[in-house]
């Protein structure tokens, strides 16, 4: 298995797992990768140091001391640059990494996505005449997501409808893998 450090053109940062150097390529090329957070299908490569843990081995000792050294877990992210913590993180300059504030902005963006998902129900491209029953009293009362235009928003709206467009990116809507 092979974990690459993935960036999109928005700067998002993400993991993809790959069976190998050859899978990757092959859904690059094939352009079936996209930014988990926006959709973006524009994914570029990024720079990674492979750090191996085999039999329980423990961080070199170095590394340890220079993680006590700043006050810092050898095991955190903070700690190690080598760690491999499930956190997401992503260059924001060359070189540099993303800072903790949009790594958690991130996480809340994709969690709150997430919730929606759960607890809406997907009515496509019905969104509109759905809205509208339920707002009318036809069908009961629930939450609804699905498409809708932008001239189909604006008649909500004018109905007195309150909408709220959220870019869901494509991977979400399908069964995770």
Known sequence: M???????????????WFGSEDDYL??????LLQCPLCGDPSITRLPSAPRLNLSGRQEPRQLQTQAADKGADPGSAEGAE????????APSTPGGQMSARATDLQAAWMHAVRQLMDKTEDVGDRFA????????????????RGQATAEEREALREEGIETMA????????GPLQ
């Open 26 to 31: 092959n859904q690059q090329q094939r352009q």
């Open 129 to 144: 005449e759905k809205a509208r029953r339920i707002h009318y009293g036809e069908e009961t009362e629930r939450g609804i």
């Open 82 to 89: 080598g760690s491999s913590s499930g956190a997401v993180t």
């Open 2 to 16: 092979k974990v690459l450090n993935l960036r999109c053109s928005s700067e998002h940062g993400f993991e993809g």
């Open 166 to 173: 959220i870019p869901i990116p494509l991977a979400l809507k």
